[in-house]
């Protein structure tokens, strides 16, 4: 019905328990991945990276763009993680090595909306930050029946857009991200961008993949940036200490036991290496 419409689910979990309840849906994902019209994000959850331990940031993309490689054949190039706030210095390395493209982030960052982020080491990704929050399209009333809050409200977001990209020499493109927290795609979205577009209203607007969005910024001389992005909810994350530290001694403790079970493995004949118990660990 909507040939423009394009989708990213942001975690592959996501995409793995849909698969799980309709596996009859499987050739028919796999089509619109191949055209582009779906993606799917490399990451298996949204992670709080300042509070994860560095194997299980790797195993984020083991479990997910991996699975979607494998189940789905097409490679996810982008990773979303709008939330939560924070960002660890080392993530830019970690997605260059696995072939991500790009990265998308909202909660509590600041500076230019996109950018190229460096690691210690020079790798880098490209970053774009979702100006007015990941559920911009909501506030923009994009979401609404008809177009009167988008009227009211687009030249206010064009603006801060224009700021951002004079003061940081950006090119003259705003990501409008359309979808909050457990929230469905809306055909109102597709239709209110038809009845924009048709009446020639400032900016034109198109529905994009994430894909496209981060090859069409690819080239261009943008800012870069290095270090860790500090998250200011610092209270959420005091909040959750009795998860975040048990989660951080037991990342140790796991790669610890898949070490000597790997070296059992070589030396006794009759040992067998427990693949699921692991996976069903980290997962």
Same mark, same amino acid.
């Given at each position: ?45 949204? #992670? ?22 494998? &189940? ?98 950006? #090119? ?25 577009? &048709?009446?020639?209203?400032?900016? #034109? ?5 994430? @894909? ?22 610092? &209270? ?32 006794? #004949? ?12 980290? @997962?």
């Amino acid at each position: 019905k909507y040939p423009d419409f394009h989708f990213c689910m942001e975690h592959t979990l996501a995409v793995r328990e849909y698969l799980r309840r309709n596996p009859e849906k499987l050739e028919s994902l796999r089509k619109l991945m191949r055209e582009g019209r779906f993606e799917a994000g490399g990451f298996y959850t949204g #992670p709080w990276e300042l509070t994860s331990g560095a194997e299980a940031l790797v195993r984020q993309l083991y479990f997910g763009k991996l699975w979607v490689e494998k &189940t789905l054949g097409v490679a996810p190039l982008a990773v979303w993680n709008v939330d939560v706030a924070g960002h660890t210095a080392q993530l830019p390395q970690i997605l260059e090595k696995a072939g991500i493209k790009g990265l998308v982030i909202s909660a509590g960052s600041a500076g230019p909306s996109l950018m190229r982020w460096k690691a210690r080491d020079g790798s880098s990704v490209l970053t774009w930050r979702t100006p007015w929050g990941y559920g911009a399209s909501a506030t923009l009333g994009l979401r609404d029946k008809g177009l009167d809050k988008a009227i009211l409200e687009m030249p206010r977001y064009v603006e801060e857009v224009r700021r951002n990209a004079a003061e940081y020499h950006l #090119p003259m493109l705003g990501l409008i991200a359309d979808g909050s927290d457990i929230q469905s795609p809306a055909e109102q979205v597709v239709e209110n961008i038809r009845q924009w577009n &048709t009446e020639k209203r400032y900016p #034109p607007m198109i529905y994009s993949s994430t @894909a496209a969005l981060f090859a069409a910024v690819e080239k261009e001389p943008l800012p870069e940036a290095a270090g860790e992005m500090p998250s200011p909810w610092d &209270t959420v994350q005091s909040q959750g200490n009795e998860c975040f530290m048990p989660d951080r001694r037991l990342d140790g403790q796991v790669l610890a036991a898949e070490k000597f079970a790997a070296c059992a493995s070589l030396v006794v #004949p009759s040992f067998a290496y427990p693949q699921e118990e692991f996976e069903e660990i980290w @997962a």
